[in-house]
């Protein structure tokens, strides 16, 4: 079978089946990003970007990809950044719908983006908080979370917005002016966590310590730091039955069952619908980090 071609971008070998046996092939992948390319790219370009891909599929190794190489494509961009060492390398961004579409044919599942942006990689605009239960959590508790987070954010004067991981839980989102420095962000998301657990210690942790987490959720704020990524909206995983990371309207979270809700399939159904962006004015909305 010859390649298909995606928006100019030659797909190799997309009858190969990426999610098992039956499962959507290489080929869908590609279609299924060039359809919501429109809704992701907002969240997506201009900032430093980590990939996972997965040349044999989601069976075969998977591995994470955040520098720059040439034989990504010549859509997929390299910025120069100081590493944790003091060095520097290449780290790979993206632009346009060409340089996702070149990622996806060097079997790029998942995209992870930076909470800044190429220009001031130092400077970050937007803080996420990741709930991840323990097995034993129960979908209404998850939710309970996350408008636990609006709520404390919406007392900042922060609005927030919310997706499904295509895991187990939800992400909670909040955009904001440029300044802060990384520091002063994970300060802040820190003390919103640490509050939530002291509130509530017997529902929530606010450490990354499997040993403890039995029957509670983790508020992982540890994401807000330079260097960190976090899956983007509407982003495949690379996991069994191709779920997406989807964006939501907060009115909608209580009516799904887990953060894996969404599919390849449902997620292209939605594409299709009058709310397709509930995230929709993120990009505009002006506020502030507050400053302690």
């Not at 590609?30 to 809704?39: E, F, M, R, S």
């Not at 909470?115 to 908080?129: E, H, K, S």
Request: charged letters at 30%; glycine letters at 10%; aromatic letters at 8%.
């Amino acid at each position: 079978m010859g390649p298909l071609i995606v928006d100019g971008v030659a797909v190799t070998h997309p009858e190969r089946e990426v999610f098992g046996e039956g499962g959507p092939t290489k080929g869908d992948v590609a279609t299924y990003y060039d359809a919501v390319i429109p809704l992701m790219l907002p969240e997506l370009r201009g900032r430093p970007l980590s990939v996972v891909r997965c040349p044999q599929g989601t069976k075969g190794a998977c591995f994470f990809q955040k520098h720059h190489a040439d034989t990504l494509g010549k859509h997929v961009k390299a910025v120069t950044l100081k590493e944790k060492d003091g060095g520097k390398a290449e780290y790979l961004y993206v632009d346009d719908a060409k340089g996702i579409l070149e990622l996806v044919q060097m079997n790029t599942l998942e995209f992870h983006p930076w909470g800044a942006r190429v220009d001031n990689p130092d400077q970050p605009d937007r803080l996420i908080f990741d709930i991840d239960p323990s097995q034993d959590v129960d979908w209404k508790t998850v939710v309970a979370c996350a408008r636990a987070i609006r709520e404390r954010l919406q007392g900042e004067g922060l609005e927030s917005f919310v997706r499904t991981s295509g895991g187990k839980g939800l992400h909670v989102v909040a955009p904001f002016r440029r300044g802060p420095s990384w520091d002063v962000v994970k300060a802040f998301c820190k003390g919103i966590a640490d509050a939530m657990v002291a509130d509530a210690p017997k529902r929530y942790i606010a450490e990354a310590s499997k040993a403890k987490r039995e029957g509670l959720i983790f508020i992982d704020w540890l994401r807000n730091t330079r260097g960190a990524t976090s899956v983007t909206g509407w982003s495949l995983r690379a996991r069994a039955g191709a779920p997406v990371a989807m964006p939501l309207g907060w009115e909608e979270i209580a009516r799904l069952k887990t953060g894996g809700a969404f599919d390849l399939k449902k997620a292209l159904k939605r594409t299709e619908g009058p709310k397709a962006d509930p995230w929709e004015g993120i990009e505009s909305l002006k506020q502030a980090l507050p400053t302690r």
